[in-house]
């Protein structure tokens, strides 16, 4: 069974550049978060994804938007780059998010801003 | 939203000793209580769970406690060892249960 997959694995941007992530989740898994782990700082949760529909938020600027697809396939997007975007983003698919499911995360995609 | 506060950032033990790391929640309503392990370069991963209907619950040298009236659970790891060095994370549900919240981590290094 495949695991959680991220792409790009590791990436470069520029201040004001944007980027897109993608998440594959395991087959099955229809809620995909997204996270930002930052060194210090722990793991912050951005957004949850759950049929197509963005059930929660964190306390992120609008710059960070995010979707799912209809395969639960999950894109997260972050406009106007700044330096403290840099991270490691991390999603976790689960069945469902009903409050007692067990995490799987992806291996993360590492984001460097210059 | 769920705030879940985790005690202590550093912990280090020789090897061979106890560690106990502590995490406290704020929603009374939340009844799931995971705890993952993160190498270093590595991705969180699942180590141990509690749900609220329980108060103990322990798989070979780990247990998870849980308080509810107290809002707090813990993770103990008895005779700690050197690949038990990690960054450990406490999470609870968010105040719908549509994610869940993260503690700040514990850097648990354990000295041969």
């Known amino acids: 069974k495949a695991g959680v997959t991220q792409t790009p694995r590791y990436l470069i941007k520029t201040r004001g550049q944007q980027v897109t992530l993608s998440c594959s989740p395991i087959?099955?898994?229809?809620?995909v978060s997204w996270y930002q782990q930052t060194p210090g700082q722990g793991l912050q949760f951005l957004f949850e994804?759950?049929?197509?529909?963005?059930?929660n938020k964190g306390n992120f600027p609008g710059r960070f938007s995010g979707r799912q697809f209809s395969n639960s396939r999950s894109e997260m997007n972050v406009s106007t780059l700044e330096l403290g975007d840099s991270a490691l983003y991390l999603c976790a698919s689960s069945m469902d998010m009903t409050g007692a499911n067990v995490l799987t995360f992806g291996a993360g995609s590492r984001l460097t801003v210059l | 939203g769920e705030n879940v506060e985790q005690h202590p950032s550093t912990l280090s033990v020789q090897e061979g000793d106890s560690a106990v790391i502590k995490c406290t929640y704020s929603?009374?309503?939340?009844?799931?209580f995971p705890w993952y392990k993160q190498e270093l370069g590595k991705r969180p991963q699942l180590i141990i769970d509690?749900?609220?209907?329980?108060g103990e619950k322990k798989d070979q040298r780990i247990a998870v406690t849980l308080n509810k009236t107290a809002k707090h659970f813990s993770l103990h790891i008895t005779e700690t060892q050197p690949e038990d060095s990690a960054v450990y994370f406490c999470a609870a549900p968010s105040y719908n249960n549509n994610d869940m919240r993260f503690g700040a981590g514990t850097r648990l290094t354990v000295k041969p």
């Open positions: 994804y759950f049929s197509e529909t963005q059930r």
């Open positions: 509690i749900r609220s209907n329980v």
């Open positions: 929603d009374s309503a939340s009844n799931y």
């Open positions: 087959s099955g898994h229809r809620s």
